[in-house]
């Protein structure tokens, strides 16, 4: 088996998966309870959120490692539990994977702000190292740094990873739309932007996750597209945006919602397609029988 991005260059559109942290919720997870804990103490339901994504159709499926920075499990009293809760789920998505498909090691953001001087640079850069080896360790074939909208935090977390591990690099960060068009993350910060400087630091790709449904994630590749039109682009869209009824959180997008505009965002030049908040394993198997057809 090749590396993801060499697949990519064979002129391959690949599938990616999509939500777990909704997913977790329906298997139990309560709020307050550390995701990652999961890996050690429930891990055949984390293997079983794997598989039915691969039974879907996906090439590529996630770990269970979102939150698996020192900063995050801090939170929950885990700080010293980093490379323990990361390998574990990343040997729980490899096993799902099997030897010919992918595993891509989530690493999200630490909710530290550079600006406000609650971390330093070299502490970022510790933490997205630790988090990045220990997935590695595990089996991982990139690490997918995800969900960012600091362009100095995805920068150093880039290069930890790409500096400390063998694996490939990956980075999504979140958009929304702003009045009189065009996108940013919460930090200001463009599409066009982050390709700059994220191919500079050494994402092998790049791309955009969470915050919009796929209608939306069109213009954000496009834009992308402007600046690079090598890079190879990711996009994991959410089920639509979040509605929140009778303390409910729902997704209004229906599988065949995501799939009707999955020729569009390739047109537009995404490489892979997946999904973020909301979405299933049935928006993955429809997402997969539109990629088959073209």
């Known amino acids: 088996m090749g590396t993801i ?3 990519l260059k064979k002129g391959k559109v690949l599938v990616s998966d999509g939500a777990w942290g909704t997913y977790l919720q329906q298997k139990g997870l309560k709020p307050g309870e550390c995701p990652e804990e999961w890996n050690i103490s429930r891990p055949d339901d984390v293997l079983d959120i794997a598989r039915s994504y691969f039974e879907a159709g996906s ?15 801090a939170n929950y009293g885990f700080a010293d539990k980093v490379y323990a809760f990361n390998k574990a789920a990343a040997e729980i998505s490899r096993k799902a994977a099997g030897p010919d498909r992918f595993v891509l090691g989530s690493v999200g953001p630490t909710g530290k702000l550079l600006l406000m001087e609650e971390v330093t640079e070299a502490e970022l850069y510790g933490a997205f190292k630790e988090q990045s080896m220990a997935l ?41 739309k702003i009045i009189g068009g065009g996108y940013r993350t919460m930090m200001g910060i463009s ?9 500079e630091a050494g994402a092998d790709l790049i791309g955009t996750n969470c915050g919009n449904g796929i209608e939306d994630m069109i213009g954000m590749v496009k834009e992308i597209r ?8 990711l996009v994991h869209a959410n089920a639509g945006m979040p509605r929140y009824l009778d303390g409910v959180t729902t997704f209004p997008e229906t599988p065949d919602d995501m ?14 397609v997946g999904g973020c908040c909301g979405t299933t394993p049935d928006h993955i198997c429809k997402v997969r029988e539109v990629v088959k057809s073209l």
Not at 59 to 73: H, P, Q
Not at 226 to 233: H, R
């Open 59 to 73: 090439d590529m499926v996630e770990t269970n490692s979102f939150g698996g920075s020192r900063f995050k499990l």
């Open 5 to 7: 991005v060499s697949e």
């Open 136 to 176: 590695e360790a595990g089996g991982v074939n990139a690490i997918m740094i995800e969900t960012m909208t600091d362009l100095e935090e995805a920068r150093i977390a880039v290069k930890a990873a790409k500096e400390n591990t063998g694996c490939e690099v990956f980075c999504t960060m979140t958009f929304e």
């Open 191 to 199: 599409p066009s932007e982050m390709a700059e400087t994220l191919v």
């Open 226 to 233: 402007k600046v690079n039109a090598e890079i190879p682009v």
């Open 259 to 272: 799939a009707r505009r999955v020729k569009e965002i390739i047109e537009a030049g995404a490489n892979i």
